[in-house]
């Protein structure tokens, strides 16, 4: 079964840091770019993060651009999201995604997600 | 960039056609074939229905449809079916190499 999970959330303080990881399964890991999305309370989706299979290209939203830190084991089938300088409005349940099959094709394969709070 | 925009609500009755709209601009929706439809149902993560316009993943059934002129890319839901009430969320690939997501449209069958 292909299938993603991920874990890390938590509850933390402002300015402070959080890694996410993301465990894949059932599927060639290596062979997919991959995504982070991010859902606050209430509200839309919003992409936060994408790297390819063999890490050589890397984007990131502006909101996230130079405090997160995307990257990959493939050998370890496994997704990060370094977050560094954490805000209230970081505050979300966080996706990991699979690209359907070329980069940006749409995001065929979603985890459960994991939340983040972020509050004094 | 700002979100891409969607109506945030539509209703239809079962067995009815409804279309949900997503616009955006020339750099993102009217500029790419990388536009995508995800439905989310309260408390679970979105599930893919469309990709590149207007192609369903396997899987899918072919009541949703997708459709793309100039900057408007749309939904359409025929013989909607109670289990089709749910978010939905257009995004597509921009040129400024992001992605952009709408602001979601709950769909409501009455």
């Known amino acids: 079964e292909v299938q993603l999970v991920e874990s890390g959330g938590g509850l933390v303080k402002p300015g402070e840091s959080l890694t996410l990881s993301c465990a894949a399964s059932?599927?060639?890991?290596?062979?997919?770019?991959m995504n982070w999305v991010r859902q606050a309370p209430g509200k839309g989706l919003e992409w936060v993060s994408s790297?390819?299979?063999?890490?050589?290209?890397?984007y990131y939203a502006d909101s996230v651009r130079g405090r997160f830190t995307i990257s990959r084991d493939n050998a370890k089938k496994s997704l990060f999201l370094q977050m560094n300088s954490l805000r209230v409005e970081d505050s979300s349940v966080y996706y990991c995604?699979?690209?359907?099959?070329?980069?940006?094709?749409?995001?065929?394969?979603w985890g459960q997600g994991t939340t983040v709070t972020v509050s004094s | 960039q700002s979100a891409l925009t969607q109506p945030a609500s539509v209703s239809g009755s079962p067995g009815q056609s409804i279309t949900i709209s997503c616009t955006g601009t020339?750099?993102?929706?009217?500029?790419?074939?990388?536009v995508s439809w995800y439905q989310q149902r309260p408390g679970k993560a979105p599930k893919l229905m469309i990709f590149?316009?207007?192609y369903r993943p396997s899987g899918v059934s072919n009541r949703f449809s997708g459709s793309k002129s100039g900057n408007t890319a749309s939904l359409t839901i025929s013989g909607l079916q109670t289990e089709d009430e749910a978010d939905y969320y257009c995004?597509?690939?921009?040129?400024?190499?992001?992605?952009?997501f709408g602001g979601g449209t709950r769909l409501t069958v009455l």
């Open positions: 995604a699979r690209n359907y099959d070329v980069f940006f094709n749409g995001m065929d394969v």
């Open positions: 059932g599927f060639t890991f290596s062979s997919y770019s």
């Open positions: 790297i390819s299979g063999s890490r050589d290209h890397i």
């Open positions: 020339s750099s993102d929706v009217g500029g790419y074939k990388y």
């Open positions: 590149e316009v207007s």
């Open positions: 995004s597509s690939y921009t040129s400024s190499s992001i992605v952009l």
